[in-house]
């Protein structure tokens, strides 16, 4: 029993259901899925589950915060550990792809910061930044790529307010402007060249983009949607990073609500990954429209118009691609920092999500109450979300296992959609065991007394019985009763 508890927790599934699933079936004279015959429901299994895998992909947070001014605040405050050892470890990979290149070796500086990425102490990290810094300095002025990536690493992780931060990234801007620019020129004369500009490209988006986001913190929203709009438009093809997500949320900190519908509708698209960032968006823009007027009770009595038809559509929509969501939203669940990286369609994203959009959502008068009276009704058209989705794909397996790792499970519960119901045979069973093993503890510590009730029960229970026999011998004749003993 203890096992079949433990099975259940770890997969999802109950053991003695496998085992009938799996070997009774094909012995009872069920199908084999292992037949030539079925070579077109196997490959079809193969597709969803590729597609499965390629929904259950990490992405790196769009609206990720500091480490050091932020995250490590945190810290300091309540003695939290707010990221994962392997949500820092995606960090350390992404950072050694973005900022390192094959030729690193070739240069002093480069070399200490190619190793500084790899380090996963923060304070070695730090120290090899200055160190590539002070060697750079001995030798020639601020412009390697080194000074901006340590530069970088410096605002990420020493800096201890976002001020701080922003003033590293103007001296990062600085050294990697020029690197951009020199390597721009060279980008033609071989791979090793080609290889330096494409990592000098990433680390001028990245500083960009950064300093975009410290201005957006720092009250210069204006700002931060003017050097966000910039980066998009000279870098469009590096769509990779998601900036589109960090305008979207500094419009809808400005309530420029026709500039957030002009990007929803560019990258809102079928041909285009989505996100809770896209879906949501859509949703509080059409709910904007009628949620200031919504009345449940009038809804229910008139019908719905079309302008809520559409707005709860569109939030159907988005509790279909995440269903996390609501509950942050509707304050239903507590709120955590948001990790560095995110699962699609899972709970990291939507605690990314409703950390820097709760707000707007506030601001729009009515739309909690619309998205409280509705969201629920999605599971409606849904019954079966591993199975079948309604206009995305089914809901991928994989999201709790993912969401586990990513998030900081000591002191936030995983949220989990479906929801995993013990079967009624490990109920049934559990509750036989644990109260034959209760009968038999008290039998054995005290015999006479649990005798004298096993007999009390036992008449209470047969008392009935007897009653109906009585009345029925009383009612018969006795010659009667007496043949039918014979027969």
């Known amino acids: 029993m203890i096992f079949e508890w433990w099975y259940f927790r770890?997969?999802?599934?109950?053991?003695?259901?496998?085992?009938?699933?799996?070997?009774?079936?094909?012995?009872?004279?069920?199908?084999?899925?292992?037949?030539?015959?079925?070579?077109?429901?196997?490959?079809?299994?193969?597709?969803?589950?590729?597609?499965?895998?390629?929904?259950?992909?990490?992405?790196?947070n769009p609206l990720n915060l500091f480490r050091g001014a932020e995250y490590n605040r945190y810290?300091?405050?309540?003695?939290?550990?707010?990221?994962?050892?392997?949500?820092?470890?995606?960090?350390?990979?992404?950072?050694?792809?973005?900022?390192?290149?094959?030729?690193?070796?070739?240069?002093?500086?480069?070399?200490?910061?190619?190793?500084?990425?790899?380090?996963?102490?923060?304070?070695?990290?730090?120290?090899?930044?200055?160190?590539?810094?002070?060697?750079?300095?001995?030798?020639?002025?601020?412009?390697?790529?080194?000074?901006?990536?340590a530069y970088i690493l410096l605002a990420e992780e020493e800096a201890t307010t976002i001020m701080e931060a922003e003033r590293l990234f103007k001296q990062a801007l600085k050294a990697g402007d020029g690197c951009y620019r020199r390597s721009q020129q060279l980008q033609h004369h071989g791979?090793?060249?080609?290889?330096?500009?494409?990592?000098?490209?990433?680390?001028?988006?990245?500083?960009?983009?950064?300093?975009?986001?410290?201005?957006r913190k720092l009250g210069r929203t204006r700002e931060a949607v003017k050097m966000m709009r910039d980066l998009m438009k000279e870098f469009p093809l590096l769509s990779m990073f998601n900036?589109?997500?960090?305008?979207?949320?500094?419009?809808?900190?400005?309530?420029?609500?026709?500039?957030?519908?002009?990007?929803?509708?560019k990258y809102d698209d079928i041909s285009l990954p989505k996100s809770a960032t896209i879906c949501y968006t859509a949703a509080l823009l059409k709910a904007r429209a009628v949620s200031d007027k919504f009345s449940p009770e009038a809804a229910s009595r008139r019908g719905l118009s079309t302008a809520e038809m559409n707005?709860?559509?569109?939030?159907?929509?988005?509790?279909?691609f995440n269903p996390h969501v609501p509950k942050y939203l509707l304050e239903m669940k507590s709120l955590i920092l948001p990790p560095e990286h995110i699962l699609k369609r899972g709970d990291s994203e939507a605690i990314a999500y409703a950390f820097f959009h709760l707000q707007h959502w506030k601001r729009v008068e009515g739309a909690l109450n619309l998205l409280h009276c509705t969201w629920e009704g999605t599971f409606r058209m849904i019954p079966y979300p591993l199975e079948k989705g309604h206009l995305f794909y089914p809901y991928p397996i994989c999201t709790e296992t993912a969401d586990r790792e990513l998030l900081p499970t000591v002191f936030h519960e995983v949220s989990v959609y479906p929801?995993?119901?013990?079967?009624?045979?490990?109920?049934?069973t559990a509750g036989l065991c644990s109260f034959t093993a209760m009968l038999a503890l008290l039998t054995h510590q005290f015999p006479e007394l649990m005798g004298v009730f096993a007999k009390a029960f036992l008449s209470t229970l047969f008392a009935p019985l007897n009653f109906i026999m009585e009345k029925v011998e009383s009612i018969l004749p006795s010659s009667l009763w007496h043949q039918l003993t014979r027969i």
């Open 191 to 215: 791979t090793q060249y080609e290889a330096q500009h494409r990592r000098d490209t990433n680390v001028l988006v990245y500083i960009k983009r950064r300093l975009a986001m410290c201005s």
């Open 75 to 149: 810290t300091w405050v309540t003695g939290r550990e707010p990221l994962t050892y392997y949500d820092m470890n995606l960090s350390a990979q992404d950072h050694q792809t973005f900022f390192t290149c094959d030729s690193d070796h070739l240069r002093p500086a480069d070399a200490i910061m190619q190793k500084a990425w790899r380090e996963r102490n923060p304070q070695a990290r730090i120290s090899a930044a200055h160190e590539a810094l002070e060697l750079e300095e001995s030798s020639k002025p601020l412009l390697s790529c080194s000074c901006a990536t």
């Open 243 to 265: 900036i589109h997500e960090n305008l979207l949320e500094s419009l809808l900190e400005l309530q420029n609500y026709a500039d957030v519908q002009a990007v929803l509708a």
């Open 311 to 320: 707005a709860v559509e569109a939030i159907h929509r988005a509790v279909e």
């Open 10 to 60: 770890k997969y999802g599934t109950s053991f003695i259901e496998q085992v009938s699933v799996s070997h009774l079936r094909p012995l009872l004279g069920g199908v084999d899925s292992s037949t030539p015959s079925n070579s077109n429901s196997s490959n079809g299994e193969a597709d969803s589950n590729r597609q499965s895998v390629s929904e259950c992909k990490v992405w790196r």
């Open 419 to 428: 929801k995993k119901e013990l079967p009624f045979f490990i109920l049934f």
